[in-house]
């Protein structure tokens, strides 16, 4: 029989949001799951903000200080989905105090950040996931399973694309994201943290790469207030300082070689995400806004070999816990009602599913190298990267 856990929100942008609304739907998509969240409280610094969220998805209570919900006994997991620069603080909190731990990437500004919330969680024996939700569609764990079960052959090269537009117009708001002490390294943390976490889910460790980094728009109107990823303003100019487009090559452990892009300025693309892996004997592609198709390459032919299109159905992935057939459209915020089923059930099982603090500290390395090779115009090793 399962029993019912209290969860805590942190941070009510539109991934707060997403979160919420997974842990009210996650048990109707996974009834035998052993425990079940129900919502205690809600934690956001803007005025009225988490009181409205409260009367919208039924917290029991809201405040402006997240640090009140670490007092509250009815709070035993939290999500935290508030700003880059608060993930330490408030990832390590949370873990120190005893709570499981459903944390956003990229989990903290830097490596360090990212490796002082997974060590306080591991001290505090904790359970955690973290938001690297594409690795959730269930085209994607078949193509993984297809790769690693030899259907393609040897891997020998690839190609990651997260292209986006939220940032492509000169008038979107100079918000937190654009600055270097809140966002961190711009589209490097927000979309190329996805793209290095899917090249690890498939094809496993990076070993060494090179990396370019661009800002396109030098310059954004100031706002005042919060403002989400699509805002504009219209107040005096202000700097940006972090990173609008990455491109990087990259070197795998097992030998394959990829090229890694990243762009939130990337005018025509609307979350043009996903992925091109080639092997010797065949090759696989996705690509985000086809969520539940996979194009696969596969046979002996080589040279005149073409894709076909796989529909994604119940033997594929959770997606049997959503629909019942294959074609049967799945969308974003069911990637999060895996993440937060994996979640739970690591909560109660004592053993992570789902992607890890572990892989926000790879993929935060990874970053990490990225900026060195900026600086050094050379290819940098992952591991030692700082």
Known sequence: MS???GVAVVGFGWMGQVHSRAHLRVRHHYPDLPVVPYLVTVAD????RAEAAAGRYGFAAATTDWRELLTDPRVEAVSVTAPNFLHREIGTA????????????PVGLTGDDARAVATAAEKAGVRSTVGFNYRAAPAVAEARDLIAGGAIGRVTNARFRFFSDYAAHPDGALSWRFTRSHGGSGVLGDLASHAVDLARHLLGDIESLVADTVTVIPER?????????????????GPVENEDHLHALLRFAGGARGVLEASRVAVGEQNTYGFEVHGTTGALAWDFR???ELSVSTGADYQSQSYRTVFVGPEHGDFGAFQPGAGIAMSYDDTKVVEAAGFLRSIADGVPYGPTLDDAVAAATALDAMLTSVRTGRWEPVGSAG
């Open 3 to 5: 029993r019912p856990l």
């Open 221 to 237: 109107p100031t706002v005042t207030g919060a403002a989400s990823h699509f805002s504009r303003a219209g107040g005096p100019p």
């Open 94 to 105: 949370v873990a120190a105090s005893g709570r499981h731990l459903w944390i956003e990437k």
């Open 290 to 292: 086809r969520m539940g």
């Open 45 to 48: 610094p803007e005025p009225g």
